[in-house]
């Protein structure tokens, strides 16, 4: 198993508020894991965020930190919350009212991958899916949690940049009428988790660096964007979908030929998002 629940990259000198982080790039697949699932090593690896802590992997340069899980999604999704167990998978659990993201498998621990595809064979037991959640879910959202607090003390406000990629059929059908197919997608829970002056802000950085971007659809934020964003408290949490197709061979789970284009483009976009962080905006109404 791995030593930590994440890998934290700190800059020489924090220079704003901003925090990034990605939960679902974590790619450690342990021999104990990969024995417990019926999956190839592809197949597994279908709903992780691939190589997105590579693509802002530039930020620390820029003054702010980097927070990327160690495991993958397919073992402990933290972009769930804790108590999100899904009773066809864990034994034991109980069912907590009409969750969409339990039912469909996609809880804390996930019972299946990309297009619906089973993990396991059979049931897991609680004590699996508690030591997962104590050993990997709460020390990265305790260091989460501690790298906005010092953002907030060190600079009056904290923004987090949720960094997430999409499947490119995940975009079918957004885009209407010959429009140009987005290629971000910025979370905010329609407002709730961030200030509307920061993600203007943010998608203007995008939108420089040539991508085609929109707000809340077909991802609107999860469990870190609802749990993180109080813009009232002058902490903002934005969640960041890129289209994989713009960097990676999703088949084979790969960059492509795109890949260094992509992440030098980000470069100018992490710089002045953390620009942001520099600056006092002001506080956001009740």
């Given at each position: 198993m791995p030593q930590s629940a994440f890998d934290?990259?700190?800059?020489?000198?924090?220079?704003?508020?901003?925090?990034?982080?990605?939960?679902?790039?974590?790619?450690?697949?342990?021999?104990?894991?990969?024995r417990q699932t019926p999956l190839d090593h592809l197949a597994i690896r279908?709903?992780?965020?691939?190589?997105?802590?590579?693509?802002?992997?530039?930020?620390?340069?820029?003054?702010?930190p980097l927070l990327c899980a160690a495991m993958?999604?397919?073992?402990?999704?933290?972009?769930?919350?804790?108590?999100?167990?899904?009773p066809a998978l864990i034994e034991g659990a109980v069912r907590r009212g009409q969750?969409?993201?339990?039912?469909?498998?996609?809880?804390?621990?996930?019972?299946?991958?990309?297009?619906g595809r089973a993990i396991y064979t059979g049931k897991l037991p609680m004590a699996e899916a508690q030591h997962r959640i104590d050993r990997y879910w709460r020390p990265y959202h305790q260091t989460l949690q501690d790298l906005l607090d010092q953002a907030h003390r060190d600079f009056g406000q904290a923004i987090l940049i949720d960094c997430h990629s999409m499947p490119h059929e995940a975009m079918d059908g957004?885009?209407?009428?010959?429009?140009?197919?987005?290629?971000?997608?910025?979370?905010?829970r329609f407002g709730a988790a961030a200030?509307?002056?920061?993600?203007?802000?943010?998608?203007?950085?995008?939108?420089?660096?040539?991508?085609?971007?929109?707000?809340?659809?077909?991802?609107?934020?999860?469990?870190?964007?609802?749990?993180?964003?109080?813009?009232?408290?002058?902490?903002?949490?934005?969640?960041?979908?890129?289209?994989?197709?713009?960097?990676?061979?999703?088949?084979?789970?790969?960059?492509n030929a795109n890949f260094d284009s992509l992440r030098r483009a980000l470069r100018q976009v992490i710089a002045e998002i953390a620009e942001i962080g520099n600056e006092q905006m002001p506080l956001a109404a009740e």
């Amino acid at each position: 198993m791995p030593q930590s629940a994440f890998d934290l990259i700190l800059p020489k000198r924090r220079l704003s508020g901003v925090v990034f982080a990605s939960p679902h790039s974590g790619n450690c697949y342990t021999p104990a894991f990969l024995r417990q699932t019926p999956l190839d090593h592809l197949a597994i690896r279908s709903s992780e965020d691939a190589y997105v802590d590579q693509l802002f992997g530039s930020a620390p340069e820029y003054g702010v930190p980097l927070l990327c899980a160690a495991m993958p999604r397919a073992y402990v999704d933290l972009n769930r919350s804790p108590d999100e167990l899904d009773p066809a998978l864990i034994e034991g659990a109980v069912r907590r009212g009409q969750n969409p993201r339990v039912a469909s498998g996609l809880g804390v621990i996930p019972r299946v991958v990309a297009n619906g595809r089973a993990i396991y064979t059979g049931k897991l037991p609680m004590a699996e899916a508690q030591h997962r959640i104590d050993r990997y879910w709460r020390p990265y959202h305790q260091t989460l949690q501690d790298l906005l607090d010092q953002a907030h003390r060190d600079f009056g406000q904290a923004i987090l940049i949720d960094c997430h990629s999409m499947p490119h059929e995940a975009m079918d059908g957004v885009a209407r009428n010959s429009r140009r197919c987005p290629e971000i997608v910025l979370g905010d829970r329609f407002g709730a988790a961030a200030g509307g002056e920061i993600v203007d802000r943010i998608e203007a950085a995008f939108s420089a660096a040539g991508l085609a971007v929109v707000r809340n659809a077909p991802f609107a934020g999860a469990y870190i964007t609802q749990a993180y964003g109080r813009p009232s408290r002058r902490q903002h949490a934005v969640q960041v979908e890129i289209d994989r197709s713009l960097y990676l061979d999703e088949r084979q789970v790969r960059p492509n030929a795109n890949f260094d284009s992509l992440r030098r483009a980000l470069r100018q976009v992490i710089a002045e998002i953390a620009e942001i962080g520099n600056e006092q905006m002001p506080l956001a109404a009740e």
